[in-house]
């Protein structure tokens, strides 16, 4: 079993930084949860999240960190 986790962790780092980061903007715009669990996956990973314009592709709208009512969604704006 530890062999198999290894070739994966190969596989992922052996991939270009801008391939990783296409990855972790698709993440990040799709979920918050799911893009702090890539961060935490490998070092690889983490290296690609800290790129500009991984942040520039997520839209707040997204990103709830509070549950906004329908009234409230003008500050969010």
């Not at 669990?37 to 983490?46: E, M, P």
């Not at 500009?52 to 997204?62: I, L, Q």
């Amino acid at each position: 079993m530890t062999s198999k986790f290894t070739n994966h962790m190969v596989m992922v780092t052996s991939l270009p930084e801008e391939m990783l980061a296409e990855i972790v903007t698709h993440t990040a715009c799709s979920s918050l949860t799911d893009f702090i669990n890539l961060r935490l996956t490998c070092k690889a990973f983490l290296g690609a999240s800290n790129y500009d314009r991984v942040f520039e592709k997520v839209s707040m709208e997204n990103v709830s960190f509070v549950p906004w009512r329908k009234s409230e969604r003008v500050f969010q704006k």
